[in-house]
């Protein structure tokens, strides 16, 4: 198996029997200790076990101690990992908290290191060279110890790693869908990681990941249901928006998070026809309405058109009074017994009635 931490082979045969890895991406550490216990597995196994250790609380000789202890003949590899804060690793090199004593027994531990067991110290800052710790571990060959700084991943050192995460889930991902999960992780591959495996719980069965799958996921939850439900009234596809509204209902969701959802939309119509009125550009304000949609996603070009086509079709004062109707319903169901059902589907059918009435223009209505 390919690390794509540390860009190199993870091989029973022949790993280090220690590392040290720092840097601000502390993220990258945790996800090479995936990687670890992911290679180091017995298949149909519950996992390698990890020990972590707070040198506030178990010294360097107790550590080593564990270190040294053998384990049972039948068990995986142990992970033995030693995490250290920057600021109080900067306290330690201060007192010079790893003395001279500790300093020699590190360095007998990795000249004979116990067998399947990985002392990793992780330290979330970046380690001066001049620091004792590295002093230590830099002493010794690479053979025996690694040295990395985790730093943020470039794209393309994610992307292939992508792809065999997706097949190993049984997936792939359209061509956007797998830039909006690069764009998504910001080089951080415990991230990508994470949001694959959401992905791949949320979309069930189906075998190809789209850009929206990806954009409703990373918006959060049941955004899909409100682009749903949105797509649905900017056409005024009354049908298809009350199968989204029954939906949520069966879902068991309440009236006014249903309510939210299409004030959501009817506050990004008000704003973007004011925007359009102080003549800016209507890429730019889809752009500032939707900072989730990356501008060279399809997605991005598909729904700008009806989105701005329902804005054109509305006036002001439709707009308006649209709002005061929701404002009552709003109230109604805050303060008796009418049901929220009914009353959100009676707006939306008298939003779908004046959406349909004001017809499709190309730069309509002011």
């Given at each position: 198996m390919r690390s794509l931490v540390l860009d190199r082979e993870i091989r029973e045969d022949s790993l280090p029997a220690g590392y040290l890895l720092h840097g601000e991406k502390g993220s990258l550490a945790r996800e090479f200790l995936n990687e670890l216990r992911a290679a180091l597995s017995p298949p149909d196994s519950p996992g390698v076990a990890i020990e972590r250790f707070d040198l506030d609380e178990t010294p360097w000789r107790d550590i080593l101690d564990v270190a040294r202890t053998l384990p049972f003949i039948f068990s995986p590899w142990r992970l033995l990992v030693v995490e250290i804060d920057d600021e109080k690793h900067e306290k330690r090199e201060e007192r010079e908290d790893l003395n001279k004593v500790e300093a020699r027994m590190l360095g007998e531990y990795f000249a004979a290191p116990t067998d399947r067991t990985l002392l990793i110290v992780i330290v979330s800052g970046k380690v001066r060279k001049t620091s004792a710790l590295y002093k230590v571990f830099g002493a010794?060959?690479?053979?025996?110890?690694?040295?990395?700084?985790?730093?943020?991943?470039?794209?393309?050192?994610?992307s292939g790693w992508l792809d065999?995460?997706?097949?190993?889930?049984?997936?792939?991902?359209?061509?956007?869908?797998?830039?909006?999960?690069?764009?998504?992780?910001?080089?951080?591959?415990?991230?990508?990681?994470?949001?694959?495996?959401?992905?791949?719980?949320?979309?069930?069965?189906?075998?190809?990941?789209?850009?929206?799958?990806?954009?409703?996921?990373?918006?959060?939850?049941?955004?899909?249901?409100?682009?749903?439900?949105?797509?649905?009234?900017?056409?005024?596809?009354?049908?298809?928006?009350?199968?989204?509204?029954?939906?949520?209902?069966?879902?068991?969701?309440?009236?006014?998070?249903?309510?939210?959802?299409?004030?959501g939309l009817l506050k990004n119509l008000l704003l973007a026809k004011s925007m359009l009125r102080e003549k800016q550009d209507r890429k730019e304000i889809f752009k500032f309405l939707n900072p989730k949609i990356n501008e060279n996603w399809s997605l991005f070009r598909q729904k700008l058109p009806p989105f701005f086509s329902a804005v054109d079709s509305f006036s002001f004062g439709d707009l308006n009074r649209l709002v005061a109707e929701l404002r009552s319903a709003d109230l109604k169901i805050k303060t008796t017994d009418v049901s929220g059902r009914t009353l959100i589907e009676s707006f939306v059918a008298e939003f779908c009635r004046l959406r349909k009435a004001g017809g499709i223009t190309s730069r309509g209505r002011g």
């Open positions: 010794l060959p690479e053979s025996a110890v690694l040295i990395r700084e985790m730093k943020a991943l470039k794209d393309k050192d994610l065999e995460r997706l097949a190993a889930l049984g997936k792939r991902a359209s061509s956007e869908a797998h830039a909006g999960l690069l764009e998504t992780a910001g080089g951080d591959p415990a991230r990508l990681a994470n949001e694959l495996d959401k992905l791949a719980t949320y979309v069930g069965d189906k075998k190809t990941i789209e850009i929206v799958d990806v954009a409703a996921l990373t918006s959060g939850g049941k955004d899909y249901e409100s682009w749903a439900l949105g797509d649905a009234l900017e056409k005024g596809d009354l049908g298809t928006a009350l199968e989204v509204i029954n939906s949520r209902f069966a879902e068991g969701a309440a009236p006014q998070l249903v309510l939210g959802m299409v004030a």
